[in-house]
């Protein structure tokens, strides 16, 4: 698996262009100022509150990359002042598996890029990217019922809604199952 993939989302009027990348142990500040977020802590189950946390959950990423069954990207977009960029989400497909016709996306979201069409954007590329490298017929998505921040991003994406799933340790709360089906 290409671990130095990067895909790029242009920008337009008011709108950052978005950099889909690899993680990087670079990362490690951002990404644990992301999770300080309570937002973040509600809505993901691997919680990063120190160094050590952060270096699992990159190892997590990493390990993804290696194996080819998990493709994390870090969402970053340059900084309108200084043109450095900066963490604003995370994008995963997951569960890919060889013969398989269906995988999984997640995403997050930093508390500074939400509401700006940043989750939305990232996964639009990430989904993409996805139907055109591995030829799968479809993705599924999955979140809280509770959350309806994400069930706005998935149906914007057309991820359509397809069914609740019941809570199963070690999720508490029942679960929405959108789907996209790739394109003709």
Known sequence: MDMG?????PGREGVA???LRVWAAGDVPELIEAYRDPVMLRWTR??????????????????GWRDG???????TEPDPGT?????????VVKGLVAGAS?????????RAARGRGVAGR???????????ARGLEGLRLLHEVGNL????????????????????????????VHVRRAPC
Do not use: I
Request: some cysteine; overall charge negative; glycine content about 6%.
């Open 5 to 9: 993939l990067v895909l790029h989302v």
């Open 17 to 19: 262009p978005l950099l």
């Open 46 to 63: 691997f919680h990063v509150r120190d160094e050590r946390d952060a270096g699992q959950w990159l190892e997590k990423q990493w390990k």
């Open 69 to 75: 069954d998990r493709l994390s990207f870090a969402v």
């Open 83 to 91: 043109g450095v960029h900066r963490l604003v989400a995370n994008v």
């Open 102 to 110: 269906f995988a999984e996306v997640g995403y997050w979201t930093a």
């Open 122 to 132: 990232a996964l639009e590329a990430l989904t993409t990217w996805v139907f055109e």
């Open 149 to 176: 921040a994400s069930c706005r991003v998935a149906r914007k994406c057309g991820y359509v809604l397809e069914g609740v799933v019941p809570a199963t340790p070690p999720f508490p709360c029942d679960g929405h």
